[in-house]
């Protein structure tokens, strides 16, 4: 069973540009740890952290990547039988409602938060709800200076709420799936290792830290790994986790996240049907070798 999974996060960790090989071998286990955990200890409530919004981009909105997944993942829990919500920005509120909608998920509360907020209150609504795990898909966490930077290097904390630290407010355990290093649970990287290998890493590397970090070429199929590796490690779930890996169901959740969200690609800051610049027969490949290493 370690191999398998192991084998799925070999499949996820593919360099795509972003110079990551370092961060990857860093991270090797990271999937096997998040997964054994989940299994070991079966949450109560599950809260998504979520959303990175672009606001340069036309129209100014939130980026397929993070939204999609987090989606998929929350319809994941709910056959089998565990409830979730999505914490995200007030700014990309619209795009998660779009993505729930997408996967047909109508009664999965979405907890929007201003730049501004009170994150102890949030923190503490979270608590009264049970939350007992955490994860964070293609969030943007905070950098050294305190700022939450894309991969360009800008500031987008008028628009981000600093929800790091309700990510970090516990008592829930935390899981962060990321693709760039600057997203939420790159802390847990050794110092200095994403200055050194990432453009802009020094400026960019996000300091928050979870108990376990999942990284991939793109952040979306890290998702497809949890999935898959849930499947794998619980028997009981296999067949209803490997029923959410399907290719129709995704591209729905992507047009209706793009077209009612909106959502915009991260990379090209276009309105398309695309995460990370790359279309749906990328991801759907992906998608396909990762579900095949559980239904063999």
């Not at 192991?6 to 860093?26: N, P």
Request: glycine content about 10%.
């Amino acid at each position: 069973m370690r191999e398998r999974i192991d084998r799925i996060e070999a499949l996820i960790q593919q360099e795509v540009g972003r110079g990551a090989a370092a961060i990857f071998h860093a991270t090797k286990g990271g999937l096997w740890g998040a997964v054994s955990a989940l299994a070991e200890t079966p949450p109560r409530h599950i809260a998504i952290l979520t959303g990175f919004y672009v606001p340069r981009a036309l129209p100014p909105a939130a980026e397929t990547d993070g939204p999609a997944g987090a989606a998929l993942l929350a319809l994941a829990l709910s056959r089998i039988g565990i409830p979730s919500r999505l914490l995200t920005d007030e700014v990309c509120r619209s795009a998660c409602a779009a993505a729930l909608a997408g996967a047909g998920l109508t009664d999965v509360p979405i907890d929007a938060v201003a730049h501004d907020a009170d994150l102890n209150g949030v923190a503490a609504a979270l608590r009264s709800h049970g939350v007992d795990w955490m994860i964070a898909i293609e969030r943007c966490g905070l950098s050294v200076d305190g700022r939450p930077r894309n991969m360009r290097g800008e500031d987008i904390g008028p628009h981000a709420a600093p929800l790091d630290h309700v990510f970090t407010a516990g008592p829930w355990r935390t899981i962060a799936i990321g693709d760039g290093g600057n997203e939420v649970g790159m802390g847990l990287l050794p110092a200095g290792l994403i200055a050194r290998e990432v453009p802009l890493g020094g400026i960019i590397a996000c300091v928050t830290a979870a108990d376990h970090l999942i990284t991939a070429g793109v952040s979306h199929w890290g998702v497809y790994a949890l999935i898959a590796g849930l499947a794998a490690r619980v028997p009981k779930w296999r067949e209803t986790l490997l029923g959410c890996l399907d290719p129709v169901l995704e591209q729905t959740i992507l047009r209706t996240l793009v077209l009612n969200g909106p959502a915009v690609d991260g990379v090209t800051w276009e309105r398309s049907l695309t995460i990370d610049a790359f279309d749906l027969s990328v991801h759907r490949a992906k998608l396909d070798l990762v579900r095949a290493l559980v239904a063999d």
